[in-house]
């Protein structure tokens, strides 16, 4: 069934709107894998992809990964591109809509979002703008709800995200196709809008892909027993320095997870 939200003005401005199937399975499957116990505990059992692009196929995955964890979720794809919303109403089903919106998040009856999921979305922002932006998400979320937002590469090989909660960032997390990462600085090009201006000297990002790329580097020797061992060793090695979150269950997928605080932007 379509969402009907009562006529307001959007808050943002139109993507590029590139989509491929699969784009987010590296973000989705983390949200399920490390906050599927949020998912399930929420109140609402609603989801929302902000920003889902030309086609709805990161809403209609999302929809998939999150019933794993939670049976009843549901997922409301927003777009700020009327004529978005106009394609991809022909795949509404049972716990999957989409709605006309933008920042404000428009869900009928008052309800808040468990997870808004932002991919992509805020690369064409201006820097000075993603705190605000944040902060007006994070006021929608429901009580103990997520807020994952970040960028990845066209067919989802790179991809760096944030993960918020109401009370703001907590932590940053980087995650690739292991197979096709030369070093892990690789990623830089997939930092969201809040850091990638900041990989610089001096800035702590830069001191982290530095550090981790010396691991990587140091790990040479496990190379011919595959890139996860030499991977995991590494993350084990740049855990000595910088506070990691999560194990080496995570680590095998491709990922490591920093506390926000040590990768926050100087003065910011």
């Avoid at 927003?78 to 004529?83: G, R």
């Avoid at 995650?175 to 850091?195: F, H, I, N, Y």
Wanted: hydrophobic share 40%.
């Amino acid at each position: 069934m379509a969402v009907r939200i009562p006529h307001q003005r959007p808050v943002g401005t139109a993507t590029r709107g590139t989509t491929n199937p699969n784009r987010l399975r590296r973000m989705d499957r983390w949200i399920a894998a490390v906050h599927g116990g949020a998912v399930r505990r929420g109140r609402e059992a609603v989801a929302v992809d902000l920003g889902y692009g030309a086609a709805p196929w990161t809403a209609v995955e999302l929809l998939a990964r999150l019933r794993t964890v939670r049976p009843d979720a549901r997922v409301v794809g927003i777009e700020i591109d009327p004529a978005r919303v106009h394609a991809a109403r022909p795949y509404e089903r049972d716990g999957l809509a989409f709605a006309h919106g933008g920042f404000e998040v428009p869900l009928p009856g008052g309800h808040r979002p468990v997870l808004i999921r932002a991919a992509n979305v805020l690369r064409q922002y201006d820097e000075t703008e993603v705190r605000a932006v944040w902060e007006r998400l994070c006021g929608r979320l429901a009580s103990g709800g997520l807020l994952v937002e970040g960028t990845c590469d066209e067919i989802g090989r790179r991809h760096v995200w944030v993960a918020l909660g109401p009370e703001g960032p907590r932590t940053v997390t980087f995650a690739t196709r292991l197979g096709s990462l030369v070093q892990p600085s690789d990623l830089a090009e997939r930092l969201p809008k809040a850091l990638i201006h900041r990989n610089v000297a001096g800035e702590p990002v830069h001191a982290f892909l530095r550090d981790f790329d010396r691991a990587w580097a140091a790990a040479a020797p496990l190379a011919p027993l595959g890139a996860r061992q030499r991977w995991v060793r590494a993350v084990r090695d740049l855990a000595d320095d910088w506070p990691l979150d999560g194990g080496p269950n995570r680590w095998r997928q491709g990922e490591v997870t920093v506390r926000w605080e040590a990768l926050a932007p100087r003065g910011g």
